[in-house]
């Protein structure tokens, strides 16, 4: 998975980001809702607005374009709250806190590094990367975007190829966004 988010950078905090994307399939799961969210807009798209008499005057290139946007900015908040997560989030329980990016953090640094040290300047620089990396995620910086981006061109990409795979079982779709492979 970790060649399909090819532009995530994982050198940066190399262990933690590789235990969070690759082992505990965040990069999976961007690509599963990314995958969802293209094939349920464009489905949704083609049999509400391209297949009723009433709305015919909907099926139409904007409209098309419109869907298509929606399901690029639905994939870029899944991906932002409920993947990545805030660091600000009170409730424990939250879909947005309990398998975020946060939550697993805390876990990597807590088994691996704080209760094995003793020593309390190495604590200290534990705890201070911990905190850099949940800051710099916190202002947009680090995988926060990348991620982000790579979940929206997926959906796009999704909602392109189910496009030209449902467009011709509509009575207006047919020729939307382009008249091939009709």
């Known amino acids: ?50 297949n009723s008499k009433t709305s015919l005057s909907t099926a139409n290139i904007p409209s098309w374009i419109i869907a298509l946007c929606l399901a690029g900015g639905l994939a870029y908040l899944v991906a932002d709250f409920a993947i990545i997560g805030k ?19 805390e876990k990597y640094y807590n088994s691996n590094y704080a209760s094995q040290t003793e020593d309390a300047t190495q604590l200290q620089e534990i705890l201070d990367e911990k905190t850099q990396i949940s800051d710099a995620l916190d202002n947009g910086k680090d995988v926060r975007l990348p991620f982000d981006l790579g979940c929206v061109i997926y959906a ?19 020729a939307i966004p382009h008249k091939w492979p009709n």
């Open 1 to 50: 998975m970790d060649k399909l988010f090819f532009w995530v950078n994982l050198e940066d905090n190399f262990d933690f980001h590789k235990q969070f994307f690759v082992e505990e399939n965040a990069f999976l799961t961007g690509l599963i809702v990314s995958l969802v969210i293209g094939v349920v807009v464009a489905a949704a798209y083609y049999f509400g607005c391209c």
């Open 87 to 105: 660091a600000n989030t009170v409730d424990e329980n939250s879909m947005f806190r309990r398998n975020s990016f946060y939550v697993s953090m």
């Open 156 to 174: 796009i990409l999704f909602f392109y190829i189910t496009s030209i795979c449902v467009k011709g079982m509509t009575r207006a779709g047919a």
